[in-house]
């Protein structure tokens, strides 16, 4: 009995010293100047697409979402006479101090991952990855887009490496 009291008393003892555990308070992170960047590309885009030769047309629309700290991209065309869709998520890392950039189309089962800085006197996104090659197999990406005005803004992709033959996206904001 003597000592299940001293047990109680160790025990009382230990909780009263040792501060409760408290839940650290969470603060979500919000939208910063570099948001700002990714707003401009907002809106309902027709894209022109160029490579190997093939143009192709599709529509892009951007939206800033999930309390402005995601750009959501729904992107819908045809691609060597098939019907293609894509889905991007873009955001800016305030760890990494990077964009960071995720995507994902109807051609491929694994997602185009990127990462990369903003050049704001260039107007210049550059972005670099990883994602599927033709052959399904993981390759290297590299993405420049460049704002030419608030309703025009270009994009070279190479894919497999700078020497390949790269894509050219031209976007003109649907008015």
Known sequence: MMTMRWFGAVVLAAAVAVPAARPQEFTPPKPGPEHEVLK???????????????????????????????????LEGEFAGTKFYGKGLDSYDAASKKYVSVFVDSMSSRPLVMEGTYDKDKKTLTMAG??????????????????????????????????????????????
């Open 40 to 74: 401009k590309f907002e809106g309902t885009w027709e894209v022109t697409m160029k490579a190997g030769g093939m143009e192709t047309r599709c529509m892009a629309t951007n939206k800033m979402e999930l309390g402005g700290m995601w750009l959501v991209t729904g």
């Open 130 to 175: 990883e994602g599927p090659g033709m052959d399904g197999k993981p390759t290297k990406y590299k993405t420049v887009t460049t704002f030419t005005d608030d309703n025009t803004m270009t994009a070279t992709m190479w894919m497999g490496g700078e020497k390949a033959e790269p894509c050219t996206f031209v976007y003109k904001r649907k008015k």
